[in-house]
């Protein structure tokens, strides 16, 4: 199996910008597609964006053109690149990949202040 752990999250003004890392346990170069999520307080989570191996990506409404996510093979790492972030970007965010069952990170923290 592998573990994942994001890191990266913090506190950032609006209009500001985080990157964040998903760091996996092992190579990921066998992993089909990767998913970040975020949750609000009160809200069910909801999917962010998904990248796939052969490097498709797709965003939800919300972030598209302000998120970038990508992948460095050689870290067993991807990216969630978070620019022009606004109030309503607050949650936690989490990595996800499905290897037989859902494996998912501790998730990291981002606020954004108005």
């Known amino acids: 199996q592998v573990q994942l752990v994001e ?3 913090g506190l950032v003004q609006a209009g500001g910008s985080l990157r964040l890392s998903c760091a996996a346990s092992r190579s990921i170069f066998s992993i089909n597609t990767m998913a970040w ?7 069910q989570r909801e ?3 998904t990248f796939t191996s052969g490097g498709i990506t797709n965003y939800a409404d919300s972030v598209k053109g302000r998120f970038t996510v990508s992948r460095d093979n050689a ?4 990216y ?14 989490y990595c996800n990949v499905y290897i037989s069952s ?12 108005s």
């Open 37 to 43: 999520y975020r949750q609000a307080p009160g809200k």
């Open 80 to 93: 969630l690149q978070m620019n022009s972030l606004k109030t309503e970007d607050t949650a936690v965010y």
């Open 7 to 9: 890191s990266g999250g």
């Open 102 to 113: 859902n494996i998912w990170g501790q998730g990291t923290q981002v606020t954004v202040s």
């Open 75 to 78: 870290k067993n790492t991807w």
């Open 47 to 49: 999917l962010v964006a």
